[in-house]
């Protein structure tokens, strides 16, 4: 697999941001990672697997993680977030004159892939987001919620540990132990990150029947890390959106069991959605 850097900065923040190109391109796809972890992390089975369906992959670190540079856990604002974002798309778009872009964002990814969608005009064939993180499916101690958010109006910029659990991704051990030595991950977050995070899910939720792009859905009923019943709200308050539950599954479904079936699902319905696209030009 021939992966080729970007070059890339965001308000002076330089940013890690690469791509990769099958033999025949149908189409270009953005994927957008979860909060603490990275893109390298889909470069093992979920990169692969889209380049099967003649997809170019595009993806970055987010600000404060991976690669990318800026304060661990912390940037600027969430408009930043997507702003970012937009100039990926644009990236892609400019790479592949002409031909049909998609978006997959995984928990805080899928967040962002779903309010980029809502905020922001665009031409987009498709949209994935697997355990978008609209809601915690735990609910944070009282204490850390009252320091943070007085943090958010002193100090936005000083980070905290985020509680996530690395034993509720997967329930592959072998996918846990990966993701606690992996030295690019990190379980720091300041204020100006959670909590505009936190809202822009709860607004997506609110504002769902004003998606206007086709988009696929999908969670694990047993994600003790993201709320799939958030996910199931948003799904009823839309008319474009198709969920698939994956009874039982983690958090990262692409590295879950039945990893397979999920990332199938995806491709086939990119499949379909690039045979569609063409059938109408």
Known sequence: MDVRTL???????????????????????????????????????????????????????????????????????????????????????????????????????????LNYNLRIKSDLAGIIATSPYLKLAFQPPKWKMIVGKLMLKIFPSITMTSGLNPQHISRIDQEVEKYIADPLVHDRVSPIYSFPIMEAGEWAIQNANKLNTKTLLLHGTGDKIIDYRATEKLHKNSKVTDLQLIEGGYHELHKDVGSKNTLDIIGIWLRNSLDLFYSQK
């Open 7 to 113: 070059d890339l900065q965001y308000r002076n923040i330089p940013i890690n941001a690469w791509y990769a190109r099958p033999q025949i391109v149908r189409g270009a796809i953005v994927l957008v990672h979860g909060f603490g972890e990275h893109s390298g992390r889909y470069l093992d089975v979920v990169t692969p697997r889209l380049l099967e369906e003649n997809l170019a992959v595009f993806s970055y670190d987010n600000i404060g993680h991976g690669k990318s540079g800026g304060k661990r856990g912390h940037c600027p604002s969430y408009s930043a977030l997507l702003e970012l974002l937009d100039n990926i798309i644009a990236k892609a778009k400019l790479l592949n004159p002409n031909k049909p872009i998609f978006l997959y964002g995984h928990s805080m990814g899928g967040n962002l892939v």
